[in-house]
């Protein structure tokens, strides 16, 4: 019970510092009416609210998950933020597709089901990205392409 309450709280500073360092957002006359800061405020609101009911509404009897689960969950938010930073000095498909299969054997551990799954949803991303939603994405690292 204490545990969601320390849970919650945290969530809620975190959720609260997200807030204010999205009003750090420039902004340019010419820019959407609704602008780039209304997405940040809206999840940091969001994450407030839930971090607040947390903390009124605790679980009586939380259940942690095992060991194996929380290795499970540090070894994803390693490789995604060493997604991160490879997008740019690597491009977009060789990352996405890495990221995508270590991802995907963690759900079900088959090398072969993960490799196809990283490299389709690589693949699938990028041309969705790039030529449905018009993104500037680059392919591959410049020294492959010129």
Known sequence: MVSDRI??????????AYIASATQIQTSFLADPVGPRTFPFIVGGVAALCGILVVLRPDADPEWPVLGTLGALLVAVV?????????????????????????????????RAAALAGVGLSVGLFIIFKFALGLG?????????G
């Open 137 to 145: 994405l680059v392919a591959l690292p410049a020294v492959l392409h």
């Open 79 to 111: 490789v995604l933020v060493g997604y991160a930073y490879a997008l740019k000095p690597l491009g977009f498909l060789l990352p996405t597709a890495i990221t995508a299969a270590i991802l995907s054997y963690q759900i079900s551990p088959r090398p």
């Open 7 to 16: 849970f919650g709280a945290v969530v809620t500073l975190v959720a609260l």
